[in-house]
């Protein structure tokens, strides 16, 4: 594969993943519609928006994970970086507090093993990715509530009983802050090496002013509630025909 392939780059939470049961997302639209010859999603179920932003960063850097090759590079003369913002009830940190962060291995550092996510498509590296992570990315709520709906996870009772201790002074406004400051970091980042490449982001509820011209406009600002549906809603929370009806409506804006 040619280095010169025009790439389109997801990096986000499941309102980016594709489906393994259905080919149709718009994301993949607006790949046909940009005549890129390919795309690596770096989305996953459940991140938060800091690891999005490492992995938005890692994109752009052309950080060699592992099993990033030459041809897999970011071209700032014509790729495209999609980046699906999320919400504030989400933490990233250490798995646990004897775990260190590899600066070498960079993404890899993150979950992307998911057993509860079996119908997403895994990310493009998955085999490079190992299981035991040593940086932790989840909504909070899915984990230390009574109700907690992930129980088939990696996690000892050390390990949840030290992400219950970091939610203790978890504020979703002092996070959506840091969370818009990495971002501008990364647009900034962006802006300074780019030759013709665009970026753009979803789901961004922006503080810095400068994210906010890099914003889409959201799924229900377009085509309105989007009710989940038995059997059609895909796991990235639309059905086929809400893909395409947002795509029809987001075009103008691209």
């Not at 219950?164 to 002074?169: L, Q």
């Not at 780019?194 to 959201?218: C, D, E, I, Q, R």
Request: charged share 20%.
């Amino acid at each position: 594969m040619s280095q010169r392939d025009k790439t389109l780059w997801i990096a986000g939470d499941s309102y980016g993943t594709f489906d393994k049961t259905s080919d149709i997302h718009w994301a993949k639209e607006l790949a046909m519609y940009h005549k890129c010859d390919r795309i690596f999603n770096l989305s996953r179920g459940g991140f938060d928006q800091s690891a999005i932003n490492f992995t938005a960063e890692s994109i752009l850097t052309n950080h060699m994970w592992p099993g990033r090759q030459e041809d897999e590079l970011f071209l700032f003369d014509q790729d495209l970086l999609l980046i699906f913002c999320t919400t504030a009830d989400r933490f990233c940190h250490l798995k646990n507090p004897f775990k260190k962060v590899d600066p070498e291995i960079g993404i890899a550092n993150l979950n992307w093993h998911t057993p509860y996510l079996e119908n997403q498509e895994p990310m493009p590296w998955i085999e490079h990715m190992p299981e035991d992570s040593n940086l932790y990315s989840q909504t909070y709520n899915s984990l230390i509530t009574d109700e907690h709906i992930l129980d088939n996870l990696d996690l000892t009772e050390d390990d949840l009983s030290y992400i219950k201790e970091s939610f203790s002074i978890h504020d979703d406004h002092w996070q959506n802050i840091k969370n818009s400051q990495q971002l501008s970091g990364i647009i900034h980042y962006f802006e300074s090496q780019s030759t013709g490449a665009k970026l753009s982001t979803l789901n961004n509820n922006f503080y810095m002013p400068h994210v906010g011209g890099y914003k889409l406009p959201n799924v229900g600002d377009l085509i309105g509630d989007t009710p989940d549906i038995p059997g059609e809603t895909l796991v990235n929370h639309l059905t086929p025909q809400q893909h395409f009806d947002y795509f029809d409506k987001v075009v103008k804006y691209i």
